[in-house]
């Protein structure tokens, strides 16, 4: 009965901890999942077709590894010590809001901080768009960040649900 009961226990804190740790995806896999979300959603427009975008970029936008490039404050400022990844599409010309930015922090005590740049950075893009596109403020004012364990999104888009979807579908 003892072993049993050992054995119930040792199962379930197995469980939980499984439950509450990350999901082993690879980055690339992730950015992946949500470049092809935005690729989707420039060939609904009937403007793109699929050779527009053989060479791996998107047109109109701009695309950066957080990590390996040196000038990316302009993008998110950060202190690169807080990831192990980071990712950014964002619009190639200044009439255009569109940001989605992702990231992983490098510990669960970084999160927190790297939430915060996120919120700054949104505070940033309001301040800028609030007065100088109104159309492209609205995409500012329906941003989300979202956090799922010690990955982030930061989306700025005219859609920015479905890339959040594919956020989410492509961490299960």
Same mark, same amino acid.
């Given at each position: 009965?003892?072993?049993?009961?050992?054995?119930?226990?040792? *199962?379930?804190?197995?469980?939980?901890?499984?439950?509450?740790?990350?999901?082993?995806?690879?980055? /690339?896999?992730?950015?992946?999942?949500? /470049?092809?979300?935005?690729?989707?959603?420039?060939?609904?427009?009937?403007?793109?077709?699929?050779?527009?975008?053989?060479?791996?970029?998107?047109?109109?936008?701009?695309?950066?590894? *957080? *990590?390996?490039?040196? $000038?990316?404050?302009?993008?998110?400022?950060?202190?690169?010590?807080?990831?192990?990844?980071?990712?950014?599409?964002?619009?190639?010309?200044?009439?255009?809001?569109?940001?989605?930015?992702?990231?992983? &922090?490098?510990?669960?005590?970084?999160?927190?901080?790297?939430?915060?740049?996120? $919120?700054?950075?949104? $505070?940033?893009?309001?301040?800028?768009?609030?007065?100088?596109?109104?159309?492209?403020?609205?995409?500012?004012?329906?941003?989300?960040?979202?956090?799922?364990?010690?990955?982030?999104?930061?989306?700025?888009?005219?859609?920015?649900?479905?890339?959040?979807? &594919?956020?989410?579908?492509?961490?299960?």
């Amino acid at each position: 009965m003892k072993r049993l009961s050992l054995t119930l226990v040792l *199962l379930v804190t197995a469980a939980a901890l499984l439950g509450c740790s990350d999901p082993n995806v690879a980055f /690339e896999d992730l950015v992946g999942a949500i /470049e092809a979300r935005v690729i989707a959603d420039l060939q609904a427009t009937g403007n793109f077709t699929e050779d527009a975008f053989a060479d791996g970029q998107i047109p109109g936008y701009l695309q950066f590894n *957080l *990590l390996d490039e040196e $000038e990316t404050g302009w993008v998110l400022e950060i202190d690169k010590e807080l990831l192990a990844e980071g990712y950014a599409l964002v619009a190639q010309f200044n009439i255009n809001a569109d940001k989605i930015i992702v990231l992983k &922090a490098r510990d669960k005590e970084s999160i927190a901080d790297v939430q915060a740049a996120l $919120e700054a950075e949104l $505070e940033k893009q309001d301040a800028t768009w609030s007065w100088y596109l109104p159309a492209q403020y609205e995409k500012v004012k329906n941003n989300i960040i979202e956090t799922q364990g010690s990955y982030l999104i930061y989306v700025t888009y005219g859609e920015p649900q479905g890339v959040v979807d &594919a956020f989410i579908d492509a961490l299960k």
